[in-house]
């Protein structure tokens, strides 16, 4: 069984919320959509879904054209970021209640109810009412209706947004458990790269209503194809500069260099941007040729075990996620330096045309 979107696009009062866009989602699968707010990501579930028609294109389900068909024969179970819940019912019949419309026997809807309970730890609330639960307890309530539903196509749209971080974190790891042995297609909406990368299996990161790179998780982390994906899959979003390959030198800003080797090496002569993550800048030098930048110091952030810094490099705006608490004064001249293993490059349209190092061998 397989989901497959050939050419889709969604057009709403003249904006376009979809891009033609192609995708194919295999049976079994953790499928994360990675991207901001206003990316596309809960437009193209309503398409999957069939909350809403493409303008153009069609969508296979197993086979099947369903580009036309009604939400309700598709088979599919969505949860949203707010608690939806029946609150007149119990938590039993809210979990129950898709299996009532299906007529299933009371025995199957009885055990099943009771197994996808204790998977969300609901157990003990099952004849209490919806909004006699915690926050959280709501959510679990949509998430174990979800899983008895038995449905092909499961869309989670950013589900544990509004829970506290302590659940988040468990619900995290749950979820793949829960669903692993489903062998449904699993679609799960996020803004937050940690946690496409702590669901794992594929990602399709999303920028203005396009997807950029589609693959398995680690791939596109490591391998962005392009500039707008690496921003997109990194929280602080990656850092760039302008950078000139000359002879077997790398030119950086602040009159730095560094030596053109490995993947750099093959790279023509002429103009690049140069890419690397927030948690690669660090405050102190660890080797020779170890990149130094100088920037002047905007805003810092703590959140704890760690400093934001954010910087003016030349008139660009840097995020380096620095270890440990720092003290440091707004308007200093900060300087900062990067190792030349973390830096990708890109051509100046945008496209990846050499790794850093770090990640290939990885």
């Not at 008139?315 to 440990?324: A, K, Y």
Request: hydrophobic share 40%.
């Amino acid at each position: 069984m397989s989901l497959v979107l050939e050419g889709v696009s969604k057009v709403v009062n003249g904006q376009t919320h979809i891009y033609t866009t192609d995708l194919e989602l295999q049976s079994g699968t953790m499928n994360v959509l990675l991207g901001p707010t206003s990316s596309g990501k809960t437009s193209l579930m309503r398409l999957m879904a069939g909350l809403d028609v493409p303008n153009t294109g069609k969508i296979i389900w197993g086979g099947q054209d369903v580009t036309g068909m009604r939400v309700q024969e598709r088979g599919i179970a969505m949860v949203y970021q707010q608690f939806i819940n029946y609150p007149s019912m119990t938590v039993y019949e809210n979990i129950a209640s898709p299996m009532r419309l299906l007529k299933q026997s009371a025995s199957q809807i009885d055990a099943a109810v009771r197994q996808a309970a204790d998977l969300m730890k609901l157990g003990p609330f099952l004849d209490r009412k919806p909004l006699e639960l915690s926050g959280g307890q709501q959510q679990r309530c949509a998430l174990a209706r979800a899983l008895v539903k038995d449905a092909g196509l499961v869309l989670l749209d950013e589900p544990l947004a509004n829970l506290d971080y302590k659940l988040r974190e468990e619900l995290r790891a749950e979820i793949p458990k829960i669903f692993e042995e489903a062998g449904s297609i699993f679609v799960y909406a996020t803004t937050e790269p940690e946690e496409a990368l702590l669901l794992g299996g594929n990602t399709a990161a999303m920028w203005e209503g396009r997807i950029t790179q589609f693959g398995l998780t680690p791939t596109v982390y490591r391998r962005p194809i392009n500039a707008t994906t690496a921003r997109v899959f990194s929280d602080p979003p990656m850092n760039f500069l302008n950078i000139q390959k000359t002879g077997a030198r790398l030119q950086f800003g602040d009159g730095q260099a560094a030596a053109a080797s490995g993947a750099f090496a093959g790279l023509d002569d002429g103009d690049y941007i140069a890419g690397f993550r927030p948690n690669h800048l660090e405050l102190e030098k660890q080797s020779a040729d170890t990149l130094e930048f100088s920037g002047k110091l905007r805003v810092t952030e703590i959140t704890g075990s760690e400093t934001f810094v954010h910087l003016d490099h030349q008139g660009d705006s840097w995020v380096g996620l620095i270890h440990g608490v720092r003290d440091l004064k707004i308007g200093m001249s900060l300087k900062v330096y990067l190792d030349p293993s973390h830096v990708y490059i890109f051509a100046q349209d945008g496209t990846s045309v050499a790794p850093a190092s770090y990640a290939t061998a990885a």
